[in-house]
Each structure stands twice: as structure tokens, then as C-alpha cells.
């Protein structure tokens, strides 16, 4: 019966892997400008951001590029992939139809093909750092352990709203408006040193903004980050994690009859 | 014999789709957040009471009408359903044989959607790399394998899924509908590989519109009807109570009060005797034509024969089949043909729809026959319309033949062989 179990999370895994590997090949394969299109996307926020916040409106943030290119890429993962996550079930009726198909694999898959879709922006964000002559120390051996903590809270919010869609209709249609709000609360274009301090207590609860927060002090001031709030997201992001797989499972039971 | 898969008073009830709790989050805020109404209110049976066992190397089909339970059976065995009374116990993982082309990129290439594919049918990635070559081979797209799906025909396409589907080696293998399509030749190989799990003791649940195939290849069927079953058995016996209830079905529905009609040819119709069916479709200006398109009651051996009749609707139904048959004399049916064995798919009908049948060429030996034309819901509950033995055809040649056939044929006489 071990045996068996092996083999159903190697199979998991398999499962997962060509997922990604099936929207990350077929979203490049058809263009002729091919991986170019990864980095298209926050390079022309950038450039939009840029000339807004620089030229037009001056926020006076030294390394603004830096600044901005960090919480856009970071800010774009989780945004892809409640968008791919809120939709996968019920795009996917013929999976999840099929005998012993892990619909646990879809929202996995959708949170690591976005990490995948970050990870190719990396070299332009190094560019970018280096142009604008970044500082990176010792501190940068947290990185890795900032993404691991991001992939949980991603993943927990992709469980989420993966089950959601399925009892709500109508989710994919709040979800982006959700979004939108969480975008601009979160310090992605602006300061959070700019936000007056009884906002920012409130505002702090966002683990997005703990993240790109840390992510700035890393890249660009070669600092070590806060690690109370670290740990304090990723102990948040587990707990979520948890719940939010538990919804799943058990909106799974249902999935068929509401699609 | 060993039980591969066991049911046991299985049950499923569904929520009535329309008014019964809130189904999206703005009418949930607008009702206040009540809680989503639960299980006892406005639902109903779509299966009851349903357990059977299949052992190794048996083959058990599922007969029924649409809406009779027959697809909610299939999902609460493959396990992607859970029922709400009684279980599926299983001895092996359970493969499906169910939409073959789920998941498929139409911008990949051959070889590599068999790759995602297999892995989503439930192989690991080695195991289909150590399959490819057996799988390109078997869809016989070996020109083509390195090609974006999308330039495929969607018989090249239903190859290439099908092929990665019976690359499993199943145990359990659950089965739908699927071998209804593609070229007869490919429909052969299915059918021949299918028969080679069974023999290498796989236990087969299939689910199936075609009754032939049900009656050639299981040993037991299950007859659902309404989500209950309401026989199990031999599948010869079985099979037959379930076409005698539907000409039973087609008997109750026919209208009595009909005014008799009559064919092109002077046959009388007349209502529950040679014309049966509900009448919601009603089949009109049925003709044999000739090569010439001349309404004819006679043709030559082996010359062409068009049929050709007008569907009438005076509400909209969503589709139909339309079967045509020609019996000799005797009663022996020689031809049977319909739109679903021939994948030809009619439209939505509302108002009048012309559906021509041309049979390049009819090898009938000479003799008088008579046509059988129908109508049909869609999934062969009753008749709409079926015209039984109304149209005469007599076919004629200089000699006489025994037997059904008289082919074109020469004879070769040469000296003795030494």
C-alpha cells in the first residue's frame, strides 16, 4: 500500500511539472519573440510608473527603477496566480473528471509556473539593480527564504480562491477588484516609510508589503531585513496554508456537481 | 472469481438548479448571509439503490436512456464523485477511458502533448517516455508527430488521445461512449486492444448508446433507468428487454387519432400500425430517387440509390437521429444505418430540415424489398416518427440469385492446372 502512496505523489509531482512546463512552453511557443514576452508585462509598468512618479509627479524615492521593479515582480506573482487559481477549477472539467486526477496539482501548478515567470525577469532585475548601483551584501542569503515564504501565502490564496469560485460564481469577477484594492495598498510604486504611522499599523498586516518591504532592504540597501515580521508572515502564511488546503479538500468532494 | 470492483447501494442526490440557495457571493450579501441551504430542501435522486460487482476479465455495460444515471454512475466509480449512500470499493486504481483529449495544447506538438497527457491520465513521466514510440505507432502519426496539434484533423487528434488513453495497462478501466467515433478502421484497433485488457483479466465498466456493441462485447449489462437499475444480467437477455421497452416506449407515445397518410408511392401510414412515434417530429415526402433523381420504386443491381425525406418541427428540439433500413422479403434485414453509428450530427430543428441518404451503390440481390425510415430522440428513448416497411423497392437484374447479395463478379474458366 506504501508503495502505492509513493507512486501517487511521484505522480503528483510528474503532474505538476508538466503543467508548468505546458504553460510555460505554450505561452512562448507561438510568439516569435518568445521569453522577451516574460519581461514584457513589468517593463512597460516600469516605464509607465517610472515616467508618472519620476517626471510628472516626483516621489523623490532614490533608486525609484529598483524600487518599483522589486515590488512589481514580486506583486505580479501573486496576482497571476489568484487569477489562474480562481478559474482552474472550473476551466478544467475534463481533469477533474478523470479517475484519481489530483485537482490538488492545479493551483500547485499555477503558483509555481508564475514563480517560473519571475525567475526569468531576475537577470533584467539585476540589470536594473546594477544601473542603479545597489549595495548587495551577506543579507541576500534570506532571498531564497523570502520566495519560500511568499510561495506559502501565494499558495495559500490560490487554495482559497480556487475552492471559493466553485461555491461563489462569481468570484472570478470580485477577485480582480480585490486585487486592484491590494495593489494600491501595498507599497509597490510608493514608499512605505511615506505612509503615516497609524495607517501603516494597520497596513503592516499585509504580508505582501512585510515581503517587498525585506525584498527592497536585501536588493538595494544590502541591509538585513526585520526578521520579527518575516517570521511573523511566514507563521501567518502556514497557518492560511493549512486552512486553506483543508477548504479545498473539502470543496473537492464537490467540484462535479457545481461545475 | 476475484472482485475487481464492487458497488454497493450506491446513491447520489443532486440540488435542483434553479432557486435553492444562493449561488453567487452578491446574492449571498444580498440575502443577508444566510447560510446556503442544506441537503434535505429541493433535492433530488439522480441514483439509488444501485450495486453490481465486475471480477477480472469480465466486462459489465451500462444501457439506458440520457438523464437515467448512467454518467453519474461513472463518476461516483471513478471516485471524482462522492456518494451519498452506500460505496465503490476497488482492488486496483481505477483508469478512465473517458474524454480523450482533455488537456492537450493545440500550440504543442504531438509528442509532447502525449507526454502531458499520459502524465494527466495517470502515468508517471518515465513510464510515457518509455511508452512514446508504442503510442505514436498505435495513432499512427508518425509523419506528423512532431507537428502543433492544431494542424491535426480531429481524426488524427482523436488517434493520437486515444492512443495515450490505452496506454495504461488498466486494471479497472471505466469507459464512455468514446468508441462511437473515428474511422472504422481505427474503431477496429480500439475495439481489438479493449478486448485484449479484457483477456489479460482487466474488469471493464462500459458505457454505451451503441446496443450492438454492448450485446458483442459484455458478459453482463446493467439496464439504469430513472437512477435505478431495472435489470442486471446476460448481456443477450438483458439487452433484449431493453429494446422491447422501447418500442413499447414508442407504442404508448404514438397518438391514435393520426389520420392516416399516404407515401409517395400510395402506401397508407397508418397511426400505431406501420407508423409509429410521438409525432413531435414528423417525417414527410420520404422518396427513393435514382441515379437520374427521378422518384423510383425500382433500380438495377448495384446502381445508386438516394433516400431522401423532410423532418417537420413544430417546436424546437435540439437534435435528433434519423435511421434508415431495408429488409427483404423475408423480413431479414440487409441494411441498417443511422446518424450516431455515422457520426453525422443534425441541427437544432424548428420548422422543416431535408436529410438526403445516398448509397453510392446497393448490392441487393434482385428481389423485393421494403425501407424502414425513423426519427428519433436523441438518444433513442422512442420514435418521433418511424415509418416501418412503408417504402417498396424492388431490385432488378437479367439473372437469378439466391442469398442477399449479388455483387459485381465475373467468372475466370482456364484449362486444367497440371
Redesign the interface.
Given at each position: 500500500m506504501t508503495a502505492?502512496r509513493l507512486?501517487s505523489l511521484?505522480?503528483v509531482v510528474?503532474?505538476i511539472?508538466?503543467?508548468v512546463?505546458?504553460d510555460q512552453?505554450?505561452r512562448y511557443?507561438?510568439t516569435g519573440m518568445g521569453v522577451v514576452w516574460a519581461i514584457a508585462s513589468p517593463v512597460l509598468f516600469l516605464l509607465t510608473f517610472y515616467l508618472l512618479f519620476r517626471v510628472v509627479l516626483p516621489l523623490n524615492i532614490p533608486n525609484y527603477a529598483s524600487h518599483l521593479f522589486i515590488g512589481l515582480v514580486f506583486w505580479t506573482w501573486l496576482q497571476t496566480t489568484t487569477m489562474e487559481a480562481v478559474t482552474c477549477i472550473v476551466q478544467?472539467p475534463?481533469?477533474?473528471?478523470?479517475?484519481?486526477?489530483p485537482t490538488v496539482a492545479l493551483p500547485l501548478a499555477a503558483t509555481t509556473s508564475n514563480l517560473v515567470t519571475l525567475l526569468l525577469t531576475l537577470p533584467l532585475l539585476l540589470v536594473i539593480l546594477w544601473f542603479e548601483g545597489a549595495r548587495i551584501g551577506p543579507s541576500v542569503v534570506l532571498l531564497p527564504l523570502l520566495v519560500a515564504c511568499q510561495f506559502v501565502f501565494v499558495l495559500a490564496v490560490a487554495y482559497f480562491v480556487a475552492a471559493l469560485n466553485v461555491?461563489?460564481?462569481?468570484?472570478q469577477y470580485?477577485v480582480p477588484i480585490l486585487l486592484q484594492l491590494g495593489y494600491f495598498t501595498t507599497p509597490i510604486f510608493y514608499d512605505a516609510a511615506s505612509i503615516p504611522d497609524r495607517a501603516r499599523f494597520i497596513l503592516g498586516f499585509n504580508p505582501m508589503m512585510q515581503l517587498i518591504e525585506a525584498h527592497r532592504r536585501i536588493l538595494i540597501h544590502g541591509e538585513w531585513p526585520a526578521l520579527a515580521p518575516i517570521a511573523a508572515v511566514m507563521a501567518g502564511s502556514l497557518l492560511a496554508l493549512w486552512f486553506a488546503f483543508r477548504f479545498f479538500r473539502l470543496a473537492s468532494?464537490?467540484f462535479?456537481?457545481e461545475i | 472469481m476475484e472482485v475487481m470492483l464492487r458497488a454497493e447501494g450506491l446513491g447520489k442526490s443532486f440540488r435542483h438548479t434553479v432557486a435553492d440557495g444562493p449561488r453567487t457571493f452578491r446574492q449571498w450579501v444580498e440575502g443577508g448571509f444566510l447560510k446556503r441551504r442544506g441537503r434535505a430542501r429541493g433535492r433530488f435522486w439522480a441514483l439509488r439503490d444501485v450495486g453490481f460487482t465486475v471480477e477480472r476479465g469480465e466486462m459489465v455495460g451500462v444501457i439506458g436512456h440520457n438523464g437515467s444515471g448512467k454518467s453519474t454512475l461513472l463518476r461516483l466509480l471513478g471516485g471524482v464523485m462522492q456518494p451519498d449512500e452506500g460505496r465503490v470499493t476497488t482492488a486496483a486504481p481505477i483508469h478512465g477511458l473517458l474524454e480523450l483529449n482533455t488537456g492537450m495544447h493545440p500550440d504543442l506538438s504531438g509528442r509532447e502533448n502525449i507526454l502531458i497527457n499520459g502524465v494527466l491520465g495517470g502515468l508517471l513521466k518515465g513510464e510515457v517516455q518509455a511508452r512514446m514510440e508504442a503510442i505514436i505507432a498505435f495513432a499512427e502519426l508518425e509523419d506528423h508527430i512532431d507537428d502543433p496539434v492544431r494542424t491535426y484533423s480531429s481524426g488524427m487528434k482523436l488517434r493520437l488521445g486515444f492512443a495515450i488513453a490505452v496506454h495504461v495497462d488498466p486494471e479497472v478501466l471505466l469507459i464512455d461512449e468514446v468508441l462511437a467515433v473515428g474511422d472504422m478502421a481505427f474503431q477496429q484497433k480500439c475495439l481489438d486492444r479493449i478486448a485484449a485488457f479484457k483477456a489479460q483479466g482487466c474488469a471493464i465498466v462500459l458505457i454505451s448508446h451503441d446496443i450492438g456493441q454492448v450485446k458483442t462485447f459484455c458478459d453482463k449489462v446493467l439496464w439504469m433507468d430513472h437512477g435505478r437499475v431495472r435489470a442486471m444480467g446476460p448481456a443477450e437477455e438483458v439487452v433484449h428487454a431493453y429494446t422491447t421497452a422501447m418500442t413499447r416506449e414508442t407504442r404508448r407515445r404514438t397518438p391514435s387519432d393520426l389520420p392516416d397518410a399516404f407515401t409517395a408511392q400510395g402506401v397508407r401510414l397508418r397511426s400505431g400500425e406501420n407508423r409509429l412515434g410521438s409525432q413531435e417530429i414528423t417525417l414527410s415526402d420520404v422518396v427513393l430517387l435514382d441515379a437520374q433523381g427521378q422518384a423510383t420504386n425500382r433500380i438495377a443491381v448495384g446502381a445508386p440509390l438516394t433516400l431522401r425525406a423532410v423532418l417537420n418541427a413544430d417546436r424546437r428540439i435540439e437534435t435528433a437521429q434519423v435511421s434508415v433500413s431495408i429488409a427483404n422479403a423475408d423480413g431479414t434485414p440487409c441494411l441498417d444505418v443511422n446518424t450516431e453509428n455515422d457520426a453525422v450530427a443534425l441541427p437544432p430543428l424548428h420548422g422543416s430540415l431535408s436529410v438526403t441518404l445516398d448509397l453510392a451503390r446497393l448490392d441487393l440481390a434482385p428481389g423485393l424489398y421494403r425501407a424502414s425510415v425513423g426519427v428519433w430522440e436523441k438518444g433513442w428513448s422512442h420514435a418521433y416518427d418511424f415509418h416501418v416497411d412503408a417504402y417498396r423497392l424492388e431490385v432488378t437484374d437479367g439473372r437469378k440469385v439466391s442469398g442477399v447479395l449479388s455483387p459485381p463478379r465475373h467468372w475466370v474458366i482456364s484449362g486444367a492446372v497440371s
Open positions: 502505492l507512486r511521484r505522480h510528474d503532474v511539472s508538466v503543467l512546463w505546458r512552453k505554450s511557443k507561438s478544467n475534463g481533469l477533474v473528471n478523470q479517475p484519481r486526477f461555491v461563489f460564481r462569481d468570484m470580485i468532494l464537490r462535479l456537481e | -
